[in-house]
């Protein structure tokens, strides 16, 4: 079973472009969660979604920001244009409900 | 909303001590509380669950405990080594599902 998938791994955009983050959830689970972390800080959360909704987005920017988690294929964050500000790692995670969390490696962002 | 803190922020000790990592939560109504660890530039991995109804968890060399009614949780590290070091972070499960992360300790185990 392979675990909570991340890609890229490394995303390098220059201002004003878009970045998409693709996240697929271990197999069976239908909760995903993102969250940003910047150098020397915490994990921030973003947004929770299960299949096909979002449950709560209340971390997540009003403007530019937005995520979706299909019924086939993985969940997406999508960034539009893309400010420096928005380098970051951005991290997934998967459960199966309420129980564990499991993490992506990550997906760095850099916008130069 | 859970609030959730982590002191200390750093930790350094010498290899072979036993250590403590603290981890206090604001709304006691929580459902249960996970460790994690993080090595630099990688995703987090998680340590120990322990649900609501339970007091402690172990697994090798780690211990942690829930106190619902203080607020608390450690997570105790026995006979530490240099390859614990690392950042642990606390997060609680909380009403609709969502996860609150504490800020982390980063922890140096010194040969």
């Known amino acids: 079973n392979a675990g909570v998938m991340q890609n890229p791994r490394h995303l390098v955009r220059r201002r004003g472009q878009e970045a998409r983050l693709r996240c697929s959830p271990m197999?069976?689970?239908?909760?995903v969660y993102w969250y940003r972390q910047l150098p020397e800080e915490g994990l921030k959360f973003m947004v929770y979604?299960?299949?096909?909704?979002?449950?709560?987005e209340s971390g997540m920017p009003k403007e530019r920001f937005s995520a979706e988690f299909p019924k086939e294929g993985p969940s997406i964050l999508r960034i539009q244009q893309v400010v420096r500000g928005d380098s970051a790692a951005y991290f997934c995670?998967?459960?199966?409900?309420?129980?564990?969390?499991?993490f992506g490696s990550g997906t760095q962002l850099s916008v130069l | 909303k859970q609030e959730v803190t982590q002191i200390p922020a750093a930790l350094s000790v010498p290899e072979g001590e036993n250590l403590v990592l603290n981890c206090s939560f604001t709304d006691s109504a929580i459902y249960n509380l996970q460790w994690f660890r993080q090595d630099p530039g990688k995703g987090l991995t998680s340590l120990l669950l322990i649900q609501s109804s339970q007091r402690e968890q172990t697994s090798g060399r780690l211990n942690a405990s829930l106190d619902k009614s203080s607020g608390r949780s450690t997570l105790y590290i026995a006979a530490s080594q240099p390859g614990d070091s690392a950042t642990y972070l606390c997060?609680?499960?909380?009403?609709?599902?969502?996860?609150?992360f504490g800020t982390g300790t980063s922890l140096t185990v010194i040969p």
């Open positions: 995670a998967s459960s199966p409900g309420s129980e564990k969390l499991f």
């Open positions: 197999k069976g689970h239908s909760h």
């Open positions: 979604l299960q299949k096909e909704n979002i449950i709560d």
């Open positions: 997060a609680g499960r909380s009403t609709g599902n969502q996860f609150y």
